[in-house]
């Protein structure tokens, strides 16, 4: 028992998977900047610097871990931890800081949300856990994603033509999870579609 606790406590201190812990940090902590900074534009900013903070060391915990030879099951389990945080966080930060991006259309974000948790629930019923993999849907959602947040705090307008994109993307993305979840008996972490 201890070997087993003492290899998990080795795993968490490899740089890929300090990275993802740092997310799971820093996600609640932008509530400040979103929330208790009265000065709207420096708010903005804050968040806006978070945000991107975000978004790279969510891209550098994999490079690096394969880079480094790091990778491990633990690894992609926080980083899975990480996305699950992070994605209803985005509506959230969306109604605080440009909700005109989505006027009238909220009901686009609750049926996004609806499929992720139903994901969740059906992977979870299933497996008994979240399975961990990253599909090359997945991948295109959450770039798309985090990208989109960017250009709804700097370009309300422009974000607004592109959000119902963004939504096709989210819901054909949670489809595919649903379908590979319900059509396999175990989950490989390095499924690419539901083809393979």
Not at 24 to 49: C, H, K, N, Y
Not at 170 to 178: A, D, P, R, T, W
Request: hydrophobic letters at 50%.
């Amino acid at each position: 028992m201890g070997d087993n606790s003492n290899s998990t406590l080795s795993q968490l201190k490899t740089i890929p998977n300090m990275l993802s812990i740092s997310r799971l940090v820093l996600m609640p902590a932008m509530l400040i900047p979103s929330f208790f900074i009265a000065d709207d534009q420096q708010a903005r900013m804050i968040f806006l610097g978070m945000f991107i903070l975000i978004g790279v060391t969510d891209k550098l915990d994999g490079t690096i871990a394969r880079y480094l030879n790091q990778t491990s099951h633990l690894g992609a389990k926080l980083d899975t931890m990480a996305d699950m945080v992070f994605y209803p966080l985005i509506a959230l930060w969306l109604y605080r800081f440009s909700p005109q991006v989505v006027d009238g259309w909220w009901f686009l974000i609750y049926i996004l949300l609806g499929l992720f948790f139903i994901k969740m629930l059906l992977g979870k019923k299933k497996f008994g856990e979240i399975p961990v993999f990253h599909t090359i849907g997945g991948k295109t959602f959450a770039a798309s994603l985090y990208f989109f947040m960017i250009i709804a705090v700097l370009y309300p307008d422009i974000a607004s033509k592109v959000f119902p994109l963004l939504c096709v993307i989210g819901y054909l993305n949670q489809i595919e999870e649903m379908y590979i979840f319900m059509t396999r008996e175990k989950v490989d972490e390095n499924i690419r579609s539901a083809f393979d």
